[in-house]
């Protein structure tokens, strides 16, 4: 069936290094993903998206990047802050609206 | 920049009790969501809304759970007898399109505690 899932559940980085998340998707025909991000007591808060026209879009100190060849994603974070210490969710069109568990960004001060 | 709102931040009910947590999506948004999630676990889908009707639900949303547009700015969900086991923060998303072609905005939630 299809499915989007993250490749780590945890991920700790030291506050100034740039983070890696990735992501893998299994269905071909996935035009549409979506990047989001959940604080402790808040919402998932969209981040970035990209389209499969595209191998790369960035944002203000976010990168995603489009494997279509493996079905992979990867959101970077450039210069991790503590404010991005989050759960992080990739998310695709053909999911019928769900989210996976997510990778947990921890900072390390 | 716009946001989804909900209101109230934090409700308590007791069992058997009717709850309608309510959502303000974004202005110019067409499509609605409600979202659930069970303190540690996933943000689990229940039922996504388009020109006044539910276009999509899960096996999670029942007989007892219904949504409505009651006007043009408010979205609301409501469970008619809640169960313990409803306890969970419900988020509402709008989206300008839909899932397919753009991103959800969600709300920062409502903490339902059913006693």
Not at chain 1, 58 to 69: D, E, S
Not at chain 2, 49 to 61: G, L, R, T
Not at chain 2, 97 to 112: A, I, K
Request: aromatic share 10%; net charge negative.
């Amino acid at each position: 069936g299809e499915s989007v899932g993250l490749h780590l559940p945890t991920l700790s980085v030291q506050e100034g290094d740039n983070s890696i998340i990735n992501c893998a998707y299994s269905n071909s025909a996935s035009d549409y993903f979506i990047w989001y991000k959940q604080e402790s007591g808040k919402g998932p808060q969209f981040i970035i998206d990209i389209r499969s026209n595209m191998d790369k879009r960035q944002g203000q100190r976010v990168t995603v990047l489009l494997n279509k060849t493996v079905k992979h994603l990867s959101l970077q974070i450039a210069a991790t802050q503590p404010g991005d210490s989050a759960v992080y969710f990739c998310a695709g069109p053909m999911e019928k609206l769900t989210f996976g568990t997510g990778t947990r960004l921890t900072i390390i001060p | 920049e716009p946001e989804v709102t909900q209101t109230p931040s934090h409700q308590v009910t007791q069992m058997g009790q009717e709850v309608i947590l309510r959502c303000v999506p974004i202005s110019n948004h067409l499509y609605f969501y409600w979202y659930r999630q069970i303190l540690g676990q996933k943000v689990e889908f229940l039922v996504s809304f388009y020109n006044n009707e539910i276009s999509e639900k899960s096996e999670i949303f029942d007989d007892q759970f219904s949504v409505e547009r009651p006007d043009g700015s408010n979205f609301t969900l409501k469970i008619r007898s809640t169960k313990l086991e409803d306890s969970a923060m419900y988020f509402c998303a709008s989206s300008e399109q839909g899932s397919y072609n753009s991103p959800l905005h969600f709300g920062n939630g409502t903490r339902l505690t059913v006693t």
